[in-house]
């Protein structure tokens, strides 16, 4: 098997696994999307701390530590993640997938927006078209829904932002998650701490079963986070643009299929307008990789 199809494998495991994140928040009920996201946390850090000590990458994370740029960008990485795992977390458990998926859907668009403003970045003709079919497709489920998509938006910006400090910040996937959680530990840990003497958390009083479920929230968080690390090292940025539509899709059947949501007509036109500027999307960013490529091969040695 060559590399790249070895990635382009563990890119579809990624997002698959991300695409059937609906069928695991539910289990977890009767928590609530807050202890769901402090447990998250916890096990998260238990987890990525474990594996950068087996891998013998503990070093790396401490040279992400002592670097304080790195370290305040990652720390408010950690702030814009919380935001997106809490909405998303909420959206799943309150009946509202379809809207999760939209997020999703339209976070390309508006990742492609945020390098615009703070980057100052240029547009080309087609992602400038993709962009006003998804202000659109906003506006129209604005008024099917008789309210902006707030769901749907906070995830799309939240996780564009997250990439974005991400991206500057130049710290590997396993120990930015491991500071990322470091961070927020002494939120989540007191959340817990209060539930816990408030006799409301569930961690303890639900049954065995239901604290592993909690407590694998950690491993659920880690796995594909270690198969998109994985695959980013060995395909094109393309295929991993390609790639990306897997989760949202899966989401978006998940949620009019098995979650049985509604999908009146006029929603799923706005849908359609994200598919458009999505497709418009997609199809400039392959010719101008394609394009990029020739230029690399004529230029002169």
Known sequence: ?????????????????????????????????????????LWSLAVVVALLAVTRRLPQLRAAVRDRRRLAQISLAAVVIAVNWGTYIYGVTSGQVVETSLGYFVNPIVTVLLGVIVLRERLRPAQ???????????????????RPPWIALTLAFSFGTYALLKKTAGVGAV????IETAVLLPVAATYLLVLGAGGQSTFGSEGVGHALLLALSGVVTAVPLLLFGAAASRVPLTTLGLLQYLAPTMQFLLGVTLFDEPLPVVRLLGFMLVWLGLALFTLDLVRHHRRQLRLAVAAPA
Do not use: K
Request: hydrophobic share 55%; glycine share 12%; net charge negative.
């Open 175 to 178: 120990e930015g998650l491991a």
């Open 128 to 146: 400038w078209v993709a962009l006003g079919a998804a202000f659109v497709a906003v506006v129209v489920l604005t008024v099917e829904n008789g």
């Open 1 to 41: 098997m060559t590399v790249t199809r070895r990635g382009t494998l563990y890119g579809a495991g990624a997002y698959l696994l991300w695409g059937l994140f609906p069928l695991y928040w539910p289990l977890l009920e009767p928590s609530g999307s807050l202890e769901v996201l402090a447990h998250r946390i």
